[in-house]
T-cell receptor, first 116, second 114 residues
Framework: AQSVSQHNHHVILSEAASLELGCNYSYGGTVNLFWYVQYPGQHLQLLLKYFSGDPLVKGIKGFEAEFIKSKFSFNLRKPSVQWSDTAEYFCAVNAGYGGSQGNLIFGKGTKLSVKP | NAGVTQTPKFQVLKTGQSMTLQCAQDMNHEYMSWYRQDPGMGLRLIHYSVGAGITDQGEVPNGYNVSRSTTEDFPLRLLSAAPSQTSVYFC?????????????FGPGTRLTVT
């Protein structure tokens, strides 16, 4: 069965620090990869997604992620975080579309707290 | 477009009560799904549907029923609520065809079972 691991449960950074959140998945076939963000009290919003092509994908609000197929990883990065980036971040994977392949498997999430 | 809408936003139930969480989307998406979010557990899939009349179980289906009579609506029913069903419930939808499609999430329903 597919699974997604997020290495850090809670990350605390000061403003302007660089961010890298780890995500590894277990699945042998073609996958689609996503990072979602949940700001306090809000619903999930898509930060970025990878389906094919350039393994370095850029998302909203200055976030980017790199897909490394050999490492089954899709780490999220941001060069300089802001207080407004305080949120919970979820990595997710699916195998495509059509029935259960379209189901998203989520990691347990990483809480990011940015100190002003 | 309103996107994915959910009602109610908050609900308190007593153990053994039943209720239906409503979910609707106006994007003509074939695929719809229900997740529950619990602290430290991420989101876990309860049920999903790839079209009207077609539903299937996800990772944690016990205690929940779904039906899909129209493309737009995908209600989630709790037949006899239990404290273990205290959670935040999210509905999501996406097109069910090949392409770079992500799931769009509703605002969630926070359910407390006492």
């Amino acid at each position: 069965a597919q699974s997604v691991s997020q290495h850090n449960h809670h990350v605390i950074l000061s403003e302007a620090a660089s961010l890298e959140l780890g995500c590894n998945y277990s699945y042998g076939g073609t996958v689609n990869l996503f990072w979602y963000v949940q700001y306090p009290g809000q619903h999930l919003q898509l930060l970025l997604k990878y389906f094919s092509g350039d393994p370095l994908v850029k998302g909203i609000k200055g976030f980017e992620a790199e897909f490394i197929k050999s490492k089954f990883s899709f780490n999220l990065r941001k060069p300089s975080v802001q207080w407004s980036d305080t949120a919970e971040y979820f990595c997710a994977v699916n195998a495509g579309y059509g029935g259960s392949q379209g189901n998203l498997i989520f990691g347990k999430g990483t809480k990011l707290s940015v100190k002003p | 477009n309103a996107g994915v809408t959910q009602t109610p936003k908050f609900q308190v139930l007593k153990t053994g009560q039943s209720m239906t969480l409503q979910c609707a989307q106006d994007m003509n998406h074939e695929y719809m799904s229900w997740y529950r979010q619990d602290p430290g557990m991420g989101l876990r899939l309860i049920h999903y549907s790839v079209g009207a009349g077609i539903t299937d179980q996800g990772e944690v289906p016990n205690g929940y029923n779904v039906s899909r009579s129209t493309t737009e609506d995908f209600p989630l029913r709790l037949l006899s609520a239990a404290p273990s069903q205290t959670s935040v419930y999210f509905c999501a939808s996406r097109p069910d065809r090949d392409g770079p499609y992500e799931q769009y999430f509703g605002p969630g329903t926070r359910l407390t079972v006492t």
